[in-house]
């Protein structure tokens, strides 16, 4: 049993001071991004990894983002050779929600962005560390609550599960997101009121008939973000998943209800109001909570309200 609870976590609220920028920082920070993105095209829609290289190293000194790196917890010397790591180690992949380079580098540097807010917090290095973690609210008991207005489902463990889920696939491949599910079915408290508003939002603004909001990821081991890595996915690390406070919601089948549109109005409409970063990744977009969002009202034990 729980409920909503007006709360303040200040112990959160002191980590963060030292990572925190101005929204007027971040905002910029995004349009730099953009201007960087349309000059790679002027090298046409897949540039080489060296004229990529190049740009990179040109423009991310610029002070739009070194505003941004100065503020991450090992500085923007870091910051600059995470992104470039991943421009030399791209591969295009079928699995990865990176098409091509261009793509690859605009998610590596909005992922900044989850990085200064975020990448302070110790990550979750094994799945052991996930299942057990204190800090992480389980969905499948909110969910047997009422507790939440969006849907997942949970990862198939066994072969006889895959294979019942294949089958459904083929008998309805509409029916739901193609999507393996959740495997760890966790995240922080302030990550599920924001999904739970952006759901609420979402669905008063969707066209008549159009199901829940449908989350297809939250909460991520490290161990698990290498295996995506090698499986071929645009794994990056460090990653808001590995600490909690990012999700991945699905867009793509929301099409075949023509309620997308809805459903990216309702998340842009938040990252302008500084409340989340988005990053469009295809068939699911990234959302990661800023720290100050959700804190306001935090799902927390009844037990643990005091009396």
Known sequence: MARWLASWDTRAQGLQAGAMRRDSDVSAY????????????????????????????RRLGEPEFTSLFSAMPLGPEAAIRRVLREV?????????????????IRIALLTQIDVLWWGHLPSYLSDSDVFTATDLLDLDALRRGDMLLFRYRRQMATL????????????????SPRTAGLRFACARAELIVVLNQIAADFARRAPHGTPQLWVTS?????????????????????????VGYAADIEMAWFRRFQADQALQGVLLERQRAGE??????????HVCVQPEA????????EHAAGS
């Open 218 to 242: 939250v909460a991520r081991s490290v161990q698990h973000q290498r295996h995506l890595r090698t499986l071929g996915y645009a794994a990056l690390l460090p990653s808001a998943h590995c």
């Open 294 to 301: 959700g804190h306001a009202l935090r799902l927390i034990p």
């Open 30 to 57: 995004r349009d730099a991004v953009a201007d960087v993105l349309a000059e790679l095209a002027s090298h046409g829609e897949c540039p080489s990894v060296a004229a990529a290289e190049r740009t990179l190293a």
């Open 276 to 285: 989340i970063n988005v990053i469009d990744e295809g068939q699911a977009w």
């Open 160 to 175: 006889l599960g895959r294979a019942a889920r294949s089958a459904e696939r083929l008998a309805a491949p509409e029916h």
């Open 88 to 104: 030399r180690t791209y591969r295009h992949s079928a699995r990865s929600s990176a098409g091509n380079l261009a793509a690859m």
